[in-house]
């Protein structure tokens, strides 16, 4: 059974600084692309930081210069610093990863979801 666990959210003064991380694990045979997504209260969930298998990023318009997302194949985790916070960087955030598994004999590849973890920037 594959599992993303997340870890390093808190509570953060706006300015300061967090760094998340999101473990697979399981009978994993390849992780494809890794992101961070983020959902504030009472709005849809957001794109905020994409790492494909070859290292090449995407991020959100509102966190480009401040965020950097980053990936550990051997350690099958990706990490998301998140620098110059905001109060409105406040949800939670979730980790997705597109994961190439073993199963009975078989290969297969599904898409993953961490549980969250919550940021919350103060003013």
């Known amino acids: 059974q594959v599992q993303l666990v997340e870890s390093g959210g808190g509570l953060v003064q706006a300015g300061g600084s967090l760094r998340l991380s999101c473990a697979a694990s399981?009978?994993?045979?390849?992780?494809?692309?890794m992101g961070w997504y983020r959902q504030a209260p009472e709005k849809q969930r957001e794109l905020v930081a994409v790492i494909t298998g070859g290292a090449k990023t995407n991020y959100a318009d509102s966190v480009k210069g401040r965020f950097t997302i980053s990936r550990d194949n051997a350690k099958n985790t990706v990490y998301l610093q998140m620098n110059s916070l905001k109060p409105e960087d406040t949800a939670v955030y979730y980790c997705?990863?597109?994961?190439?598994?073993?199963?009975?004999?078989?290969?297969?590849?599904?898409?993953?979801w961490g549980q969250g973890t919550q940021v919350t920037v103060s003013s």
């Open positions: 997705n990863a597109d994961i190439t598994y073993y199963r009975n004999g078989g290969i297969y590849s599904d898409d993953y």
């Open positions: 399981g009978n994993i045979f390849r992780i494809n692309g």
